[in-house]
């Protein structure tokens, strides 16, 4: 079997981010590390799920680089990351752009047909 380059190149960090963020219990952590770092413990209770499948949510953040986390002692505490957030929100900026560009190219041409048919 021959491998193109995109099988054997790593996908871009965006792509974890958007993976990470797709889920909806990560996006309530993340939303609720923006107020202030915040523990293990102290993250999960909100949530309905065993303490181990919570942590995987964490690792997962973790592993996208949306949070850090510290251990003191046995304290994990978590901290949102901004620098992923500002990628992302890069991205969806330029996308944003692209697309507000060929609305205007489109209203433009509709336009130019509209004065044709007068």
């Given at each position: 079997?021959?491998?193109?380059?995109?099988?054997?190149?790593s996908?871009?960090?965006i792509?974890?981010i958007?993976?990470a963020?797709?889920?909806?219990?990560?996006?309530?952590?993340?939303?609720?590390?923006?107020?202030s770092?915040?523990s293990?413990?102290?993250?999960?209770?909100?949530?309905?799920?065993?303490?181990?499948?919570?942590?995987?949510h964490?690792?997962?953040?973790?592993?996208?680089?949306?949070?850090?986390?510290?251990?003191?002692?046995?304290?994990?505490t978590?901290?949102?990351?901004?620098?992923?957030?500002?990628?992302a929100?890069?991205?969806?900026?330029?996308?944003?752009?692209l697309?507000?560009?060929?609305?205007?190219?489109f209203?433009?041409?509709?336009?130019?047909?509209?004065?044709?048919?007068?």
């Amino acid at each position: 079997m021959i491998m193109t380059s995109l099988q054997t190149e790593s996908p871009p960090p965006i792509d974890g981010i958007f993976r990470a963020l797709a889920d909806p219990t990560r996006r309530r952590v993340v939303e609720r590390l923006n107020r202030s770092p915040a523990s293990v413990s102290e993250l999960a209770q909100p949530f309905d799920m065993a303490l181990p499948s919570f942590v995987e949510h964490l690792r997962v953040l973790e592993g996208c680089g949306l949070v850090h986390s510290e251990k003191a002692g046995r304290v994990r505490t978590y901290q949102l990351a901004p620098e992923p957030l500002k990628l992302a929100e890069n991205w969806l900026a330029e996308q944003r752009a692209l697309w507000e560009r060929r609305l205007d190219q489109f209203d433009a041409y509709v336009m130019t047909l509209k004065e044709k048919d007068k």
